[in-house]
């Protein structure tokens, strides 16, 4: 997963960074409970929903994986989602999928 300074000054810091840190230990389900709170104080955040792409699919759960990645392709951010996925080893799990390819390597809108 990729952190940043997009989080610095905005609403749900505290619960994303628990989040990221829980995934540093790969402590995924952790992880989520964080972000999925994160999220919910701001479901603008991609990032957020990109991580939470991230847990799923290291836990082998794809279709909340696919779910949590639509969120973050929505975004104006889709396209850094999308270059950082094709290199982010917590989407191994997935990568090979035909939903996985066409989200990650379909053109930008």
Known sequence: AI??????YSKGYYYALRG??????KEDDK?????????????????VA???ACCYARKADSE???HWMRIALESRNA????????SDHDFD???QTA?????VYASAK
């Open 31 to 47: 992880a989520i409970t964080f972000l999925m709170k994160a999220y919910k104080m701001n479901p603008g955040a991609f990032m």
């Open 99 to 103: 939903e996985f390819q066409s989200l």
């Open 50 to 52: 990109y991580d939470i």
């Open 93 to 95: 799990s997935v990568r």
């Open 20 to 25: 990221g840190t829980a995934m540093d230990k």
């Open 64 to 66: 909340a994986c696919f």
């Open 79 to 86: 396209n850094f989602a999308k270059r950082w996925a094709k």
């Open 3 to 8: 952190g940043g300074s997009y989080w610095t």
